[in-house]
């Protein structure tokens, strides 16, 4: 007997009295790969809906820019279904992510079949219709930064605003997408232009 749930929220939140192991969180994932499910710090389990047509356009310009990035720098860009476990207990899914040959080098293939305890050195929040952008920014800041995540840049391709989010706590907003945004010390040399989202 199938059951079916029908829930009007973009996002629902699970919390289970115990916790789940990590490998009862990978397992219900696996089991459930057409959902995007992130845990939080303090074992929240959320399951989100999948982004509109537009925002997986935009969250692909990213990724393919981040690509053609590695194949002339090295390291090792990843799509938004991408889970890594962060130091806080956290399993993140970012938009697009960067992470270095060093960091992929201390982890075993077995490591990197699960969700690999990796911070990337750099991610991609793009806002989708259904976000709100004070949880975004909330995310940026308490998740990815707080973990260790060098550069983060949080889009909101609708308004044309970019806001860069970076390790020493600094946060600034770029206005208009007819300028390309830089990924400064961290990613020497990558150039994103922004009339890609446009």
Not at 30 to 35: D, I, S, V, W
Not at 46 to 62: C, Y
Not at 93 to 99: E, F, G, I, L
Request: glycine share 6%; net charge negative.
């Amino acid at each position: 007997m199938l059951l079916e749930i029908k829930i009007p929220a973009s996002e629902v939140a699970l919390t289970f009295p115990n916790g789940l192991s990590n490998e009862a969180f990978e397992e219900l994932c696996f089991a459930n790969q057409e959902l995007v499910i992130e845990r939080e710090a303090d074992g929240k389990i959320s399951i989100m809906s999948p982004v509109s047509t537009l925002s997986g356009q935009n969250e692909s310009v990213f990724n393919g820019e981040l690509y053609i990035y590695c194949r002339q720098f090295g390291g090792h860009s990843f799509s938004s279904s991408t889970g890594f476990t962060l130091p806080d207990g956290s399993v993140r899914s970012p938009d697009a992510s960067y992470v270095t040959e060093a960091a992929m080098a201390l982890h075993s293939r077995k490591d990197l079949l699960r969700f690999a305890p990796i911070v990337p050195l750099f991610v991609v929040e793009v806002a989708s219709p259904s976000d709100q952008l004070a949880e975004l920014a909330l995310k940026m800041s308490q998740v990815w930064i707080k973990n260790g995540v060098a550069l983060a840049w949080l889009v909101d391709v609708e308004n044309e605003k970019l806001w860069i989010y970076r390790q020493n706590g600094t946060v600034d907003l770029i206005e208009g997408f007819d300028q390309s945004v830089t990924g400064e010390d961290v990613l020497p040399g990558f150039a994103f232009d922004l009339r890609l989202l446009r």
